[in-house]
């Protein structure tokens, strides 16, 4: 994908992680026990590796090497290794600790998950992509041209 599309999908994904990171500090907030810093520490960190992995693979998406595939395996590498060395440090500091990060790690990670793979679908349908042969086939079914 072009320059501008990897640019477009840092700042929606950023400006989606600040409000994923609202909703994170209010709950925290609420519940209390001392996990505010914990939830901040999984939403930042799922935040940042979500925002680079998913700019990466938007940016390779469409190569026809394999350095998708490269992004995408390295961006599910980095994030299960910060979910557990986040974990890891948040289960020492007591259970209230630990699922507060987990909350604050899912928070980002959905949410970048699903807009992850909106961007990429709405990014392949605009560009005619799609399929095994390119394009869409619903334009392809009346125009007499087959596989």
Known sequence: M???STARFARSAVRLC???GAVVVSIAWLVGEGGLAWAVAGWGS???????GGSWLVARHGDSSWSFVVALLAGMLARLLAFGTGAALAAGAGAPQLWAFVGGFAVS???LQVWEGV????ATRGSGGGGAHGGDERQRVGSGVTG
Request: no cysteine; net charge positive; hydrophobic share 75%.
């Open 2 to 4: 072009s320059a501008g």
């Open 18 to 20: 600040l409000a994923a």
């Open 46 to 52: 799922a935040a940042a590796i979500g925002v680079a």
């Open 109 to 111: 990670f959905v949410a």
């Open 119 to 122: 961007f990429l679908h709405r």
